[in-house]
């Protein structure tokens, strides 16, 4: 019986492209790295994001998507374009949270995600 979410990994090409995107535009903290720098995770709350290359690992475009929670989705997005970064869908709203799709420079796809209240 699965029980929780152990990781996503994030496959990606260039190591420190990777590192300077999800450390400085996304402003993740990296906790393990291993593999000579390749492979870098970064928890937040009860999940890691293992972001790294391994020959087996390709990026794609229609491969792993990540929703990042934030505290205020607007005041991301706004922060995220002023770093360079292009919003493929721009926010919209569900019945239960409010999301804005874009990519790392790999092309892997990721979100920002605002839950609703209950």
Known sequence: MITEVAFVAI????PERARKF???????????T????GWVEYELGATTIGVGCHPDWK?????TTVAFEVDDIDATIAKLK??????????IE???CWMAQFRDPDGNRLLAHKRKQK
Do not use: I, W
């Not at 496959?11 to 260039?14: E, S």
């Not at 990026?59 to 491969?63: A, E, F, H, Q, V």
């Open 11 to 14: 496959a990606v090409t260039d």
């Open 22 to 32: 999800y450390q400085e535009t996304l402003e993740l903290k990296p906790g393990l």
């Open 34 to 37: 291993a593999m000579n720098g």
């Open 59 to 63: 990026p794609s475009r229609d491969g």
């Open 82 to 91: 002023e770093r360079g970064v292009t919003f493929e869908m721009e926010k």
């Open 94 to 96: 569900t019945p239960v």
